[in-house]
């Protein structure tokens, strides 16, 4: 079974950093594609950043462009997210999100669709809490 499991989500005041990890496990080729969605109280979840092994896209929402940055380790099967300069707005819960063998008939880039909300596992969630 597959199973993705976050980290690294806590406080940290406004301008600070902190890096999230999300741990998959059931992947067992290089053909898919990870990323990360957060979801705040009373809002809609947002697709943050995602990055494809399958054809080498990555997307970023406009929200976090120049602050955050999306790195996949491929032998441990881990993905991170640096954030960097949070502000408050960025308190959320975030949720790591995969899809294996995506299947792309329009050749859309593969970061772009998951990002959109095409991810078939989802993780438990990671808080992360930005004081102002």
């Known amino acids: 079974d597959v199973q993705l499991v976050e980290s690294g989500g806590g406080l940290v005041e406004t301008g600070g950093s902190l890096r999230l990890s999300c741990a998959a496990s059931?992947?067992?080729?290089?053909?898919?594609?990870i990323g990360w969605f957060r979801q705040a109280p009373g809002k809609e979840r947002e697709g943050v950043s995602c990055?494809?092994?399958?054809?080498?896209?990555?997307y970023y929402a406009d929200s976090v462009k120049g602050r955050f940055t999306i790195a996949n380790d491929n032998a441990k099967y881990t993905n991170y997210l640096q954030m960097n300069n949070v502000k408050p707005e960025d308190t959320a819960t975030y949720f790591c999100?995969?899809?294996?063998?995506?299947?792309?008939?329009?050749?859309?880039?593969?970061?772009?669709?998951?990002?959109?909300?095409?991810?078939?596992?989802r993780g438990q969630g990671t808080q992360v809490t930005v004081s102002s």
């Open positions: 999100v995969a899809v294996l063998n995506p299947w792309n008939p329009d050749n859309r880039p593969i970061a772009t669709t998951l990002c959109a909300g095409l991810y078939t596992y």
């Open positions: 059931g992947f067992f080729e290089d053909d898919y594609a």
């Open positions: 990055t494809s092994l399958t054809d080498g896209t990555t």
